[in-house]
């Protein structure tokens, strides 16, 4: 058992590192994309629904004369702009941002810079930035954790002995007892992310049953599709399970000018903002409203309508009526993803995310320090060979990744904004620099190159106010003057980290070797 | 807010009851050790606080949100205890 837990917990522990790094950071996925387009303002929220009438309105008319063919369009209403889409006659797409008092149209794009903002972290954490085969190896290691948190518990022994004890500054015993409080104290919260991070891609683990029913091999790709027979069925399940009767048809001709009505009776039926309405290819409208209490983490679904009959009315519809067990896995990943619970559950889940970050860093420099003290000679006379891939892996792993995330940030401001393809270039310098740092881990002694990589992460940390400065005039005095406190808290999140960078960095280029 | 800070509390002096009717932390914080009915009263009052943290969560959200939170909650405020612990014995 502790065999497994060491060897297990060393080789999937750097990737493990990785993953939950940017698991961590993508927490605040949403202050980091405000902070990297540079227009703090991204999510205006949604709009109040006394002007939802007024704003179907502004965009009803914007409708009728750009695109008076289409057959298929959404409109988005926000406090801020009206997002529009549509299909004209060849199938083409397009799209227009209207202001919603005015309709004056609106620039396209919201964002001051192209580019990925927090959804690097976001699509790394679960892909490695590799498609399928991203996900399946983020899976496996996910595994991993799993079984090395139970063999762990096994191998710990005196877990409510040594439950609060930490004694610092005693060498192999320090690191150990570090290990133990940061996974112990935590456990409740590794075994919830790591389980609920796979059910999230369950149809991946378990594809049987999508592949026998609809014929789609892979399960993944029957979710990520939008039109698939698997959809198509679940749709019809949902049909079902609401027992409506048949929907009375729409007049041949629906007067776009209704809508606006609609929006208001829909506002003053359910008291709730009116999120937009949406045609169809296959001719249903639908109306949807902004779900209610974004805080319980089982909420009310959000209300739907459909719009039917002549003259067209409003019929509360689910667009899919999930079942029982797809609403528990709807359950789980709002756990996982902590889209519940406001700005408490984000502090709570980023807090526990470093702990486990923690717990996976001190349980791979365990490994080096117990083996500095004698060599385990697992390797014969390569050992000593093993042992310097096995830390240059681990300074990669551990404070590499670090590196690469605080200079993906500093790519966002200094890689032109007009540069073609830039959004690509922040994430090509994100993995540029993990790369780099395995390098210069390879080449550098391993104590050097920990305090130097803890070092610079630190530098670039403590820095980023003033590289946002000097690019965009922006600073984190500014974002508090002006109430962009998302924003802000990305500047000071980074100088508290860059701040316990600096005092890792000095105190391992202080140890004794 | 109000509720959070009350759990966060709460879930504070209970790890520290339960950490002080330990004979090891006795002596790392009060430089002796209690009297095993001290100690059995302090575990009590521990685990009493510990279960009573989670109340004002689920008052305020409800109870599957407030238990969730709560799990995730009480973990940062252990830490806390051991650092103010580690701290205290140097």
Redesign the interface.
């Known amino acids: 058992m502790s065999g497994l837990h060491t060897w297990g917990g060393l080789v999937f522990g750097w990737l493990l590192m990785a993953i939950f790094v940017a698991g961590t950071i993508c927490v605040f996925n949403g202050p980091i994309t405000a902070w990297m387009s540079g227009n703090p303002e991204r999510e205006p929220g949604p709009l109040p629904g006394e002007q939802a009438a007024q704003a179907m309105t502004v965009a009803v008319q914007y409708l009728q004369q750009a695109a008076p063919d289409t057959h298929e369009w959404m409109i988005q209403l926000t406090k801020t702009r009206l997002n529009l889409q549509w299909h004209d006659a060849d199938d083409v797409e397009h799209t227009a941002s209207l202001s919603p008092t005015t309709g004056a149209l609106l620039a396209a794009e919201d964002s001051l810079r192209d580019t990925t903002g927090g959804w690097n972290f976001v699509g790394f954490h679960y892909g490695l930035h590799a498609g399928l085969t991203g996900i399946v190896l983020v899976g496996f290691v996910t595994m991993a954790m799993l079984v090395a948190l139970v063999s762990g518990i096994i191998v710990h022994k005196r877990i409510f002995k040594d439950?609060?004890?930490?004694?610092?500054f005693k060498g192999q015993r320090s690191w150990l007892d570090s290990h133990n409080?940061a996974s112990v104290?935590?456990l409740?919260?590794l075994l919830?992310i790591s389980y609920s991070g796979l059910v999230i891609f369950q149809g991946v683990w378990m594809p049987s049953s999508i592949a026998y029913h609809y014929g789609m091999p892979d399960g993944l790709n029957a979710e990520l599709q939008l039109t698939s027979p698997y959809w198509e069925a679940q749709r019809e399940a949902g049909q079902r399970r609401q027992a409506l009767p048949p929907a009375p048809p729409l007049p041949a001709e629906m007067p776009l000018s209704a809508l606006p009505a609609l929006a208001q009776q829909a506002w003053q039926r359910t008291g709730q903002p009116v999120e937009g309405m949406a045609r169809l290819s296959d001719g249903r409208l639908w109306l949807g409203m902004v779900a209610a209490d974004d805080?319980?983490?089982?909420r009310a679904e959000h209300i739907t309508f459909r719009v039917v009959g002549d003259p067209p009315q409003l019929r509360q519809e689910s667009f899919y009526a999930f079942s029982e067990a797809e609403d528990t896995r709807g359950v789980i990943s709002v756990?996982h993803e902590a889209r519940?619970?406001g700005w408490?559950?984000s502090w709570?889940?980023f807090?526990?995310g470093v702990?486990g970050c923690v717990m996976i860093a001190t349980g791979l420099v365990l490994f080096t320090v117990k083996r500095q003290q004698r060599s385990a000679n697992e390797f014969g006379v390569a050992t000593p060979q093993v042992y310097r891939l096995i830390e240059a892996l681990n300074v990669a792993s551990v404070a590499g990744i670090c590196l690469a995330s605080i200079a993906y940030l500093w790519a966002n401001r200094i890689i032109p904004v007009n540069m073609p393809g830039r959004a690509d270039w922040e994430i090509r310098a994100f993995l540029l620099v993990w790369a780099a740092t395995l390098l210069h881990a390879l080449l550098r002694p391993s104590q050097r190159a920990w305090a130097e990589q803890l070092g610079l992460t630190a530098l670039l940390c403590l820095a980023l106010p003033l590289l946002n400065f000097f690019t965009t005039g922006d600073w984190f005095g500014r974002y508090a003057m002006q109430g962009h406190w998302a924003a802000f808290g990305v500047e000071v999140v980074a100088l508290t980290c860059g701040a316990l960078f600096i005092l890792a960095s000095v105190k391992v280029a202080r140890a004794r070797p | 807010m109000m509720a959070v800070m009350t759990s966060f509390l709460l879930s504070l002096s209970a790890w520290l009851a339960l950490a002080l009717a330990m004979q090891r932390h006795q002596r790392d914080v009060l430089g002796r050790t209690l009297p095993p009915p001290r100690a059995r009263l302090l575990r009590r009052i521990g685990w009493l606080l510990l279960i009573a943290s989670v109340l004002p969560l689920v008052r305020h959200w409800d109870a599957l949100t407030g238990v969730s939170v709560w799990g995730a909650l009480i973990s940062p405020m252990a830490l806390v205890v051991v650092l103010a612990i580690t701290a205290r014995s140097g």
């Open positions: 439950f609060f004890t930490l004694r610092l409080i104290l935590t409740p919260f919830m805080e319980a983490l089982v756990l519940f619970g408490t559950v709570l889940w807090l526990c702990a």
